[in-house]
């Protein structure tokens, strides 16, 4: 019993916490990552997509809401010439806070003290990893409608979750433990592209016509928030299924 008050106490602390960090999370990916993005399918002209294609394939929304997401971003070849050097540096160093929030996120998570301030090239890292894998699926639309498509996206993605947990908590949580809250995650942002084509996708088109521009930004934060949600509960909900069900099979077990 006392356990099972414990467990409950440790779950609503953490749903408070993760309600907060999702929020600095949609925060920082709005206004250093995104730019970020823009500036990295831009310079692919081959598929000449640009990143607004990109976010529409992302959320999965129809194509009327992807036209009202085009129009807040330039063209790809408009945002290559309106880049400077200083300004991609400036990008850089922010985007460095992201991967040390969700650094904090995944050690909240696991009850971690935070690492030391010589582990900060592991954001380095993660951060290049990230804009390459996205690069990587804004060049090729796995979300196709081929079920190998969609099968590559899944294990692809569970891949770099499960990475991205070892790799940001530097190796103090086994491979093995940080497997389940690759998988829910993942998982999780399956759910929020269905719930994006249901909910978002209309909400842009209203809020489109409704406030203007604005109101596209405002459901893309929206949105962002959705996706901080699901990182910091995927590992979260990981480390409870790690701890959880070693117990149940035992359980299980003794009864058979």
Not at 81 to 88: E, K, N
Not at 91 to 110: C, D, I, N, R
Not at 190 to 201: I, M, T, Y
Not at 237 to 253: F, Q, T, Y
């Amino acid at each position: 019993m006392r356990r099972l008050r414990a467990r409950r106490r440790w779950v609503q602390a953490g749903d408070l916490e993760l309600w907060q960090r999702s929020l600095g999370f949609a925060a920082l990916g709005f206004l250093t990552l995104v730019p970020l993005l823009i500036v990295v399918s831009a310079a692919d002209p081959a598929s000449g997509r640009g990143f607004a294609q990109w976010l529409g394939d992302g959320l999965g929304v129809s194509v009327a809401a992807r036209e009202d997401i085009e129009r807040l971003f330039v063209l790809p070849g408009q945002t290559l010439r309106t880049t400077t050097a200083f300004g991609l540096a400036v990008l850089a160093v922010f985007g460095l806070s992201f991967g040390a929030t969700v650094q904090s996120g995944y050690e909240k998570a696991w009850d971690l003290p935070p690492a030391r301030w010589w582990a900060r090239w592991r954001h380095v890292v993660w951060l290049a990893v990230l804009i390459g894998v996205l690069f990587l699926s804004a060049i090729t639309p796995l979300w196709g409608a081929s079920p190998i498509r969609g099968m590559i996206t899944v294990l692809s993605g569970a891949l770099f979750f499960w990475w991205s947990q070892r790799m940001l908590l530097g190796g103090r949580v086994p491979w093995g433990a940080l497997l389940p809250g690759a998988v829910t995650t993942m998982a999780g942002l399956l759910g929020l592209r269905v719930f994006s084509r249901l909910v978002f996708s209309p909400l842009i088109a209203s809020s489109a016509v409704a406030y203007g521009p604005i109101g596209t930004v405002l459901v893309i934060q929206s949105w962002l928030v959705g996706v901080g949600v699901v990182v910091f509960g995927g590992a979260l909900a990981g480390r409870m299924l790690h701890e959880e069900l070693p117990r149940v099979a035992h359980a299980l077990r003794r009864r058979g």
